[in-house]
């Protein structure tokens, strides 16, 4: 066969797969479709399907369909991240900075810290899971922001299906995972810094600012239809730069959709595209991201590694909302709302850890313990927050 037809074949593997399993099995109070996916990526990555049947895994995943796979992959994360930067809605943040500020302060640095530990005691188990290039305090900076993401894109998605995202509960907790998604690619920033190429990476940050400047004049000036070819364009370029520079083409990416407003934009345009990206080629991302995946010669240690990390994860995140909550003297049963949505996972840490991996921070097992970790983590949101939801009814429509 030729790579075209194997890579149709396995283009046919990623859909029909977690497709069936989602709509066959009924998953989706637990694990929504990207869930699925996302859980199918691993289990035809080499770690499963490369051990039961590396035969076939070796045909199918030749490594030219995988570069090709990987082309399609680096672009479908490229518009995802670029449009969760858009939909950052700032303006909200910053007129209820106060609460804003203490929450995702609280929400951010309470399981960052958690996760920092359960770094340090991964550290203590051997060698296997720091990257190559990584100095100790990136790697368990790395981890514990890990830890600590909130998948915003996700979070979007189960409040429709809980029925609150226009209430007043969920837009505050979407001002919430706002400031922590500004706060994680600036960590993120920080920890890619490259001393040896910090000029670059200077001279990048300059001509950004000074382009966003343009780009910010040139897009209320053009017609709306025009808006979204320039915007890509101006994706393009920004992930060009980033990774040019050393930063990583993602970050470029979120920094290209944050210095955006999503009013410069139709909303429901808005909304098709993000769900039509994740229709047609996100899944291509989570195929990509599971074959990356390792579980070593002991693949009981990367199970004990996640069930570690998640439990860093979703006790820091409940422990830090609990306290703003104190702090801010919410009504009873709020915090524990908050405090299961936000601790949502899935793509974002995926995306995270995908960086820190290509930059040699964490290795593939550690990366594998944090995909599981993620998983798990949002397989838990929807069982943990309805029976909630369903106890305090008229929470969801408080004035925020």
């Not at 999503?262 to 769900?275: C, I």
């Amino acid at each position: 066969m030729s790579t075209t037809e194997i890579f149709l074949i396995a283009m046919a593997i990623i859909f029909t797969v977690p497709y069936l399993v989602w709509r066959l099995g009924g998953t989706d109070y637990f694990a929504p479709l990207v869930v699925v996916q996302i859980i199918t990526g691993i289990l035809l990555g080499p770690g499963v399907l490369g051990r039961a049947f590396p035969d076939y895994y070796q045909f199918v995943f030749s490594p030219p369909v995988v570069q090709a796979l990987g082309g399609v992959a680096w672009w479908a994360v490229m518009v995802f991240v670029w449009i969760a930067g858009i939909e950052l809605d700032l303006k909200k943040a910053w007129a209820h900075r106060v609460e804003s500020g203490i929450t995702a302060g609280l929400a951010l640095g309470v399981p960052m810290v958690f996760g920092a530990v359960a770094a340090v005691l991964l550290l203590g188990m051997g060698s296997q899971w720091m990257g190559a290039r990584a100095h100790a305090w990136q790697f368990v900076v790395g981890v514990g922001m890990a830890c600590a993401v909130t998948a915003l894109p996700i979070l979007i998605l189960l409040m429709e299906k809980l029925e609150i995202l226009r209430q007043p509960i969920g837009q505050r907790i979407l001002r919430y995972a706002s400031v922590d998604d500004i706060m994680i690619w600036g960590v993120l920033a920080v920890i890619l810094m490259d001393w040896s190429r910090v000029g670059k990476q200077g001279l990048f940050l300059v001509a950004f600012a000074a382009a966003t400047v343009l780009l910010r004049r040139l897009m209320r000036a053009i017609p709306a239809r025009d808006r979204w070819y320039v915007g890509l364009i101006w994706l393009a370029v920004c992930a060009f730069g980033a990774d040019w520079c050393g930063l990583h083409y993602m970050v470029g990416a979120f920094l290209a959709g944050v210095v955006m407003d999503a009013e410069w934009f139709d909303q429901k345009a808005l909304d098709g595209l993000r769900h039509n990206v994740l229709l047609v080629v996100m899944p291509v991302f989570f195929l990509s991201t599971g074959l990356r995946t390792q579980w070593g010669l002991e693949g009981g240690a990367v199970f004990a590694a996640a069930a570690l990390l998640l439990v860093a994860s979703v006790t820091g995140k409940l422990v830090g909302v609990h306290v703003a909550g104190r702090i801010l003297r919410w009504q009873p049963g709020e915090a524990g709302i908050i405090g299961w949505l936000l601790q949502t996972k899935a793509l974002i840490m995926i995306i995270f850890a995908n960086v820190l991996l290509d930059k040699q921070i964490i290795t593939s097992e550690t990366f594998t313990a944090l995909l599981l970790m993620a998983v798990g983590s949002t397989m838990l949101t929807v069982p943990a927050v309805a029976p909630r939801l369903a106890r305090i009814k008229d929470l969801v429509l408080r004035a925020s």
